[in-house]
């Protein structure tokens, strides 16, 4: 815990579970809206960037 290195430098409002099952996305492929935010909470944001690159990791890893 004393070594803070590691730790985010700063928090904001971000979804907690952000993956493709929970973004709209209108029929061009631009991204709509983003439904279920049962878990958003303050945090680090790259929490919902990991959920992103997951998904994009697991279908298209070239995208990445």
């Known amino acids: ?3 803070d290195v590691l730790w985010a430098d700063f ?3 971000i979804h907690g579970d ?3 099952g929970h ?3 209108s029929k061009d ?4 809206g983003v439904i279920d935010w049962s878990t958003a909470h303050i945090d680090d ?3 919902d960037f990991c959920w ?3 998904f994009v990791w697991r ?5 990445l």
Do not use: H
């Open 1 to 3: 815990m004393d070594n």
């Open 11 to 13: 928090t904001q409002f």
């Open 18 to 20: 952000l993956y493709a």
């Open 23 to 25: 973004v709209l996305a």
């Open 29 to 32: 492929g631009a991204v709509s």
């Open 45 to 47: 944001p790259a929490i």
């Open 52 to 54: 992103a690159c997951n």
């Open 59 to 63: 279908r298209k890893p070239q995208k």
